[in-house]
């Protein structure tokens, strides 16, 4: 089992910053996957960046250009930065963590975070 601790969401202005982060302990393996997907109320949770591991990147579209997710592998730590924020950004944001273990996938969700992005 996986356990995630998420910190640094909170409110911003459009056009400002904010930076997550999921802290993850446990039985973890080295190769894994973590990532950040959010809900915004009324909507379903929907993917915005993971990273691999091996540092391979993936974003949603909406995301691509303003955001930027890394790790620290040695930590097991996930980060998102998130630039020119938008208020369509507003959501609870998750983290997720994932990795196979005896041939099959196993995954974690953190307790979420309150991004709000309003003037």
């Known amino acids: 089992q996986v356990q995630l601790v998420e910190s640094g969401g909170g409110l911003v202005q459009p056009g400002g910053s904010l930076r997550l982060s999921c802290a993850a302990s446990?039985?973890?393996?080295?190769?894994?996957?973590m990532g950040w997907y959010r809900q915004a109320p009324g909507k379903p949770r929907e993917l915005v960046a993971t990273?691999?591991?091996?540092?391979?990147?993936n974003y949603a579209d909406s995301v691509k250009g303003r955001f930027t997710i890394s790790r620290d592998n040695a930590k097991n730590t996930a980060y998102l930065r998130m630039n020119s924020l938008k208020p369509e950004d507003t959501a609870v944001y998750y983290c997720?963590?994932?990795?196979?273990?005896?041939?099959?996938?196993?995954?974690?969700w953190g307790q979420g975070t309150q991004v709000t992005v309003s003037s």
């Open positions: 446990g039985s973890i393996f080295s190769s894994n996957t």
């Open positions: 990273i691999s591991s091996g540092g391979s990147t």
């Open positions: 997720n963590f994932r990795q196979v273990v005896a041939g099959l996938p196993v995954g974690s």
